[in-house]
């Protein structure tokens, strides 16, 4: 055979494979002999020239050659170094890299805010119903024993466990110098890193800066370019800010703008040295992460096949806004290039002889790969995950939709938003299509929309191997003219054991198939040795190493080891490989069956150490008798006039003429008592009597058809938080874990009596920490046990003589995890058969769908906050029509949306989200509450109404607001400005689809004031399809009503020193005035004036109107007053004209007043009394009074004052 017979290129490529199996290191002619035992080359034949144009890419010198047998070659080799055939061009960027959360360590030094990683690592494992079973049940609960770094003061029952987290990680914020040092030992010409957005902006935006953060990455990047190390940044390697994570982090549309806020800030700040970013590391990962709960933020199965379309949804139109924001304002002058980074993996079919296996290949690209790359080519979905989405629906009966393609505006943003593409390679897998009957039988919705088994093959290196190519090649075909960048590779080595052989072997497999790549397309800019410093693999949610382990020196080794690992790498990058760490993983909590594989370079210790009357003029006194005693009945008495003087300037009744005062007297003293109503601020106070002797407060008459009652909701009576499958509401989730959140679980008793533990109820019988005991904490666990004491509380309904009862239907008690698609049976049944033991008694239900208690798992999507909220709520609502809308004509979508929304902007109230989105939740909020009523509102009218024949409305609260200075115009526009901002905001929009002009201004103004960036846009305007909901979306009005406020205008010093963006965009100052009965009184009349005339031809229907008593203390009188009061003005508004069709009394019975409690607000009909187990109920004082409202629609009257 002649050298021109050899088949050069299949030659090459057997002997290639052969020596990348088999070659390890050799010095002897017989080392070389079983590499090419698979050969079926006949060399026999070849002389030394031709060898050497064989194999020129495996042996750089040949220093002896003999004729062999079939099958057996033998030479001597000297300085044989596979990776010396791989030639990369000179400009090849060429490294390793690392991510903050895994590496950095300092969780909390210098300012740096939480990531939703600490959240997870620091509480999501110890969150219990009660703080208490901390103690309880420890023993139950399997924890992980990775490494001793912590020293966890940790609670006795547990002692000696210790709990991973990333506290202290490698440490490297306190390690720089040190790890700069060893990159350039290592001799990367890069080094890719990402910045911690927590630790550079802690609350998400850059209202808040943290520059000794800033600090750190600013020298971080200067010492790179010191050593001509090319820094590549990725900005978000899954370390969110837990603040935005409160908001539904990645599943709410609103971290479009604070991503771009982030990555503006870090163009500014780090743009001019950084000329290589991507925006998202694996985005793919992030999404999954939403519907399971093995990663941070650990959103947990329920949302399994939907929160992860939502999240990939955000994710490409986050990163394209930042790509378009870079392209516009900072490519020209930094002249940088953006990515994104993907995750891949290579599939080859179980079968290959199989159609459907091979059909599964190309799905499970699309639903991997695809799905991310095809929106940055054509701005759409691979139609067979649409198509897949669609089946799987239909499957399962869904009705939500799941998945939303992209406006034309989005296609716009999203088409070629990058300038390379970024991806990270590790392995591949086997691929299996489906059977009808594998589909049937998968619980999991995202399982099914893939239709795919997939099985791991990353012991089969040769198809790793050539996946990497599979991979090079499907980006090649489906991305356009893309230019590639391997931003990780690596493969994982066992713990305490040295692999560095298989570590080298699959290294060399991928550099030989990336240099075929650029040999073929010379498209690949960059590859990065990935986990340098023993970073920990982020793969298969599973924490996969954190043991000490050993430290690999560099002494001098002998020259037969020149391919150990060491010495390999450091010899392909010119020097040797100083001592890295290992780092912590982002991963699974614990691995139960052992460690699982880690990849590193060089690893070493752990730190052992871890790195907040005037008298009151109630009417006790308020009969005034006047008994003919021996005076004549034309003279007044001295005495009795006195009496009279004494309240006149407070009890004032209109007079028709001063001529009849005498007549009027003579009727008060001839042994007829008479109740003075009210207070009323006349000017010159008058006294009127019929002149016949009778009660004035007979005056007060409603109609027959008037809807009297009183009313309650599910979180604060119900009770039974966990029973007959009822799924934790915000309000369950606050009051069993809010307060008791630590750092780490070992807090709770060092730090225990230090923490104000509120003293409420003992009706939670909790074994409570022996730091604490004797403390018992507020919850809604039992409240006043409504759920299991039905009959009782309808027996006391009826006796009191209610003609109507409005009450909420608890959301997770009937759909527990936030939709249709799972029912609790036993949950409808409570609600069903209290509807028709109402209606059985002739009390009409009304019926308020959302009062406060969202399921918890919607709130891990950002609750009201994250506009998805719409199509749940919608969903819910439907749910509610279906089953209970025969028997129901009078709903309302949400209770005081007002309070809703404030929940978003402070720590006070479920859902906590705190004050760090003061001024910007609330917004998004309101405007959600207000859609999802509107959506609600239009499914009715068009699905229901004709055949049910019911009324919607939305239920607000209410108050009167008076000028603290009558005669100040700032103080009365102050007045107009609180009715806008208070009630106006939701009522405005309903009526003509807009948001009050002065809220608008005011906003304006504060985010001029506090330099607000533009990408933060507080509040969000209707589209002309959302105005078209909105606006005339009810049937009536429904609003609570309790008390007024004195208003002042802020001063410009006021604004000024004001913090609270919220505050600030009200520009008034509210106090107090429910003292102020007389007030009170003419503010319920001043606010149906105010709906009057702001809200198109309402019917009004009062929802709640009550006055709390107080503990201990007799507040009976004060009561019936203040109903009179009310009662009175009511009466005058429907003889005025005034459509009003109901009015119900808060509350049915004492309850759990939210954060208040169970003692401090009363403002039942009936008592409970909480410190009893059983929580009997018992007539109050103001029984009789009410009944006789309820049963005869006039007002009783009033007692004297003893």
């Known amino acids: 055979m002649h050298n021109s017979d050899i088949p050069v290129l299949l030659d ?65 080799a000297e300085g044989v170094d596979y990776f010396q055939t791989v030639t990369l061009p000179d400009d090849f960027m060429i490294g390793t890299g690392s991510s903050a959360y895994q590496i950095e360590g300092a969780w909390d030094a210098d300012n740096k805010g939480a990531s939703i990683w600490d959240y997870y690592f620091h509480t999501k494992n110890f969150i219990t119903s009660n703080p208490a079973d901390l103690l309880k049940q420890p023993q139950k609960r399997k924890f992980p024993m990775y490494h001793k770094g912590t020293d966890l003061h940790a609670l006795d029952a547990i002692r000696g466990y210790s709990f991973i987290n990333g506290d202290i990680a490698c440490d490297s914020y306190n390690k720089l110098d040190e790890d700069i040092d060893n990159l350039v030992e290592l001799g990367v010409n890069t080094y890719r890193f990402s910045i911690s957005w927590p630790r550079v902006l802690p609350n998400g935006d850059d209202r808040a800066i943290n520059y000794a953060g800033v600090e750190y990455y600013e020298k971080l990047i200067q010492k790179l370019k010191d050593n001509k190390i090319k820094p590549v940044v990725t900005m978000y390697h899954w370390d969110l800010p837990v603040s935005l994570q ?12 604070y991503f771009k806020n982030y990555a503006e800030f870090l163009f500014k700040t780090f743009g001019s040295q950084v000329e290589l970013w991507s925006t998202i590391n694996e985005p793919r990962f992030v999404a999954l992460a939403y519907g399971n709960e093995g990663m941070a933020p650990s959103v947990g199965e329920m949302f399994n096949g939907i929160s992860e379309y939502m999240v990939i949804r955000n994710l490409l139109l986050a990163h394209a806004a930042v790509y378009r924001l870079y392209e516009k304002h900072y490519a020209e002058s930094q002249k940088g290039e953006i990515s994104i980074c993907f995750d891949t993996a290579a599939y080859y079919p179980k079968n290959p002889k199989l159609a459907a296996d091979l059909k599964a290949v190309e799905k499970t690209f699309d639903f991997s790969l695809g799905i991310f790359t095809q929106p940055l080519v054509d701005g759409t979905f691979p139609k067979s995950i649409l198509e897949s989405i669609k089946k799987t629906d239909k499957y399962d009966n869904i009705s939500m939709k799941r998945i939303f393609e992209f406006t034309e505006e989005e296609k716009k943003d999203l088409i070629k938003s990058y300038d390379f593409i970024a991806f990270n390679y590790y392995d591949s897998y086997i691929v299996e299509a489906m059977t009808e009957t594998d589909y049937r039988q998968e619980a999991y919705l995202l399982n099914k929309d893939l239709g795919v088994k997939l099985s791991p093959n990353a012991e089969n290196l040769q198809a790793t191997f050539e996946g990497f ?40 497999g991928i550099l030989t198939e990336l240099n075929d790549a650029l040999n073929r397309k010379g498209i690949v800019s960059g590859h990065l040795w990935i986990r340098w410093n023993g970073q920990v693999d982020i793969l298969a949610n599973c924490l996969v190493y954190m043991q000490w382990t050993s430290t690999t020196q560099k002494d001098p080794v002998p020259r037969s080891h020149h391919l150990s690992s060491s010495k390999h790498f450091s010899k392909q990058n010119h020097c040797h490989l100083s001592n890295l760490r290992n780092n912590i993983t982002i991963g699974k909590c614990f691995t139960l069956k052992g460690f699982k594989n880690c990849q590193y370079i060089h690893s070493c210790h752990f730190p052992l150490k871890l790195k907040n009357t005037k008298y009151l003029l109630v009417w006790y006194i308020t009969v005034c008798s006047f008994i003919k005693s021996g005076v004549p009945q034309t003279d007044i008495p001295t005495n009795n006039y006195s009496i009279i003087a004494l309240f006149a300037d407070d009890t004032a009744i209109m007079v028709t003429d001063d001529s009849e005062y005498n007549m009027i007297i003579q009727q008060l003293i001839s042994n007829y008592s008479t109740t003075f109503p009210t207070r009323r601020n006349t000017g010159k106070s008058k006294l009127t009597f019929e002149a016949e002797a009778v009660d004035i407060f007979q005056t007060v008459s409603l109609p027959d058809n008037f809807m009297l009652g009183t009313g309650s909701s599910a979180y604060q009576i119900e009770g039974a938080w966990n029973a007959d499958n009822k799924a934790p509401s915000i309000w369950d989730h606050y009051f069993h874990t809010k307060n008791f959140l630590v750092s780490n679980p070992g807090d709770l008793l060092t730090k225990a009596q230090k923490k104000k533990f509120p003293i409420y109820h003992k009706g939670t019988d909790l074994h409570a920490l022996d730091a604490i005991r004797g403390y018992s904490f507020l919850n809604g666990d039992i409240a006043c046990d409504s759920y299991n004491k039905l009959d009782e509380d309808i027996k006391n309904l009826v006796e009191l003589g209610v003609n109507t009862y409005r009450f909420s239907i608890s959301w997770p008690r009937v759909l527990p995890f936030g939709d249709d698609r799972t029912v609790n049976n036993l949950g409808v049944q409570y609600y069903k058969k209290l509807i028709k033991k109402l209606k059985d008694n002739k009390i009409t239900p009304v019926v308020t769908i959302y009062h406060w208690d969202l399921p918890v798992s919607l709130q891990e999507l950002g609750g009201w906050a994250n506009s998805i909220i719409i199509e749940y709520f919608t969903n819910y609502s439907d749910f509610l029509f279906k089953t209970f809308g025969a028997d129901v004509k009078l709903w309302t979508t949400i209770n005081e949306p007002r309070f809703v929304a404030m929940a978003y902007g402070n720590e006070g109230m479920a859902p906590s989200v705190g004050e760090t989105f003061n001024g910007i939740a609330e917004y998004l909020v309101i405007r959600n509450l207000l859609l999802a009523h509107a959506k609600a509102y239009r499914l ?54 807009t948001f009050p002009q002065s809220l608008l201004d005011s906003i304006a103004k504060t985010n001029k004031e506090e330099k607000i960036t533009k990408h933060i846009k507080r509040i969000v305007e209707f589209t002309e399809e959302e105005k078209t909901d909105l606006k005339k979306s009810y049937d009536f009005i429904a609003f609570n009503y309790y008390d007024s406020f004195k208003v002042q205008a802020m001063t410009e010093a006021d604004f000024k020193e004001e913090v609270c963006l919220l505050n600030k965009d009200l520009g008034v100052i509210l106090s107090p005035n429910s003292e102020n009965l007389k007030e009170t009184f003419e503010g319920f009349t001043q606010v149906i004036n105010w709906l009057v005339n702001h809200v198109d031809n309402p019917k009004l229907f009062i929802a709640e109107n009550g006055i709390s008593e107080k503990p201990n203390e007799d507040g009976s009188a004060l009561k019936i007053e203040y109903h009179h009061g009310i009662l009175t003005e009511l009466d005058k508004a429907l003889k005025e004209g005034v459509v009003i069709t109901g009015y119900c009394v808060w509350s049915f019975m004492d309850s759990l007043e939210w954060t208040s409690g169970y003692f401090s607000k009363l403002f039942g009909i009936y008592a409970v009394d909480f410190n009893n187990p059983k929580r009997p109920r018992s007539k109050k004082k103001s029984f009789d009074f009410f009944k006789t409202v309820f049963t005869k629609k006039t007002l009783p009257a009033l007692e004297s004052k003893k």
């Not at 590499?35 to 750089?60: A, F, G, M, W």
């Not at 409160?246 to 703008?257: D, F």
């Open 940 to 993: 009715y009218e068009k699905d229901y109404a004709p055949s049910q024949k019911g009324e919607i409305s939305i239920c607000f609260d209410t108050a009167a607001y008076f000028p603290q200075n009558p005669e100040l115009e700032a103080d009365k526009n102050a007045v107009d400005k609180a009715y806008d901002f208070m009630l106006g905001v939701f009522t405005q929009p309903l009526v003509n689809g």
């Open 469 to 508: 190519t599979q991979v090079i090649n499907w980006l090649v075909n489906n991305v356009e003219n893309p230019k590639l960048f391997i931003a990780e590779n690596g493969i994982p080595e066992q713990p305490n054991v040295d692999q560095s052989d298989l570590k080298i072997k699959y290294h060399r």
């Open 12 to 76: 090459l490529q057997i002997i290639h494979r052969t020596i990348l199996e088999n070659i390890y290191e050799f010095t002897t002619t017989s080392d070389l002999t079983p590499c090419l035992r698979h050969s079926k080359l006949d060399l026999t034949s070849y002389n030394q020239t031709s060898i050497c144009e064989v194999v020129p890419v495996c042996i750089e010198t040949i220093q002896h050659f003999q004729n062999i047998d079939f099958s057996t070659i033998v030479f001597e």
């Open 246 to 257: 409160e908001l539904g982090g990645w599943a709410n549309p609103n971290i479009i703008e």
